[in-house]
T-cell receptor, first 110, second 114 residues
Framework: GENVEQHPSTLSVQEGDSAVIKCTYS??????FPWYKQELGKRPQLIID?????GEKKDQRIAVTLNKTAKHFSLHITETQPEDSAVYFC?????????FGAGTRLTVKP | GAVVSQHPSWVICKSGTSVKIECRSL??????MFWYRQFPKQSLMLMAT?????????EQGVEKDKFLINHASLTLSTLTVTSAHPEDSSFYIC??????????FGSGTRLTVV
């Protein structure tokens, strides 16, 4: 089955700096890669996703890149703000399945 | 659109009792639903995949006789934790597949077994 690895487990940045979280996956059949933000005790919230036929996608301060050959994808957050502080999960999805990375706790210091 | 309603949001039960958690897709049909368990400060671990009208597929290490999953209709899947023990205390969350449009999560259920 699919195995997703995520790094780093914790990330602390100064407000206004950029944050990068990286994930690798194992199943070449995975074709959908969502990123979720989760606050304590709440459901994961989709912040951006990318499909295997696209190499990069951007939505305001958030961007995701995908390298299918290397089987890795990354989340980039620019101009970070304190409200970006949360746990972020990457996921990889082959058909009708979805596995999560271990999560990254992002702290943005004001 | 694309809402999954999960109930209850939290439950406290005594050891040895059973607890049922429901997930309903309110405005779409969910052929496939996923059940995850999340321990504090950990990731979401897939427990099982349920398809409407057929038996659920359980992940390795998940006891199917303890975690009963029923997906009787295209809008309802239930997870029953049978003979609950304190180590079953966790955050349980469902996710419904919307095919090309991705996945929609329920709001989660915090189970505490005392």
């Amino acid at each position: 089955g699919e195995n997703v690895e995520q790094h780093p487990s914790t990330l602390s940045v100064q407000e206004g700096d950029s944050a990068v979280i990286k994930c690798t996956y194992s199943d070449s059949a995975s074709n959908y890669f969502p990123w979720y933000k989760q606050e304590l005790g709440k459901r994961p919230q989709l912040i951006i996703d990318i499909r295997s036929n696209v190499g990069e996608k951007k939505d305001q301060r958030i961007a995701v890149t995908l390298n299918k050959t290397a089987k890795h994808f990354s989340l980039h957050i620019t101009e970070t703000q304190p409200e970006d502080s949360a746990v972020y999960f990457c996921a990889a999805s082959p058909a009708n399945d979805m596995r999560f990375g271990a999560g990254t706790r992002l702290t943005v210091k004001p | 659109g694309a809402v999954v309603s999960q109930h209850p949001s939290w439950v406290i039960c005594k050891s040895g009792t059973s607890v049922k958690i429901e997930c309903r897709s309110l405005d779409f049909q969910a052929t496939t639903m996923f059940w995850y368990r999340q321990f504090p400060k950990q990731s979401l671990m897939l427990m099982a995949t349920s398809n409407e009208g057929s038996k659920a597929t359980y992940e390795q290490g998940v006891e199917k006789d303890k975690f009963l999953i029923n997906h009787a209709s295209l809008t309802l899947s239930t997870l029953t934790v049978t003979s609950a023990h304190p180590e079953d205390s966790s955050f349980y969350i469902c996710s419904a597949s919307r095919g090309y449009y991705g996945y929609t999560f329920g709001s989660g259920t915090r189970l505490t077994v005392v």
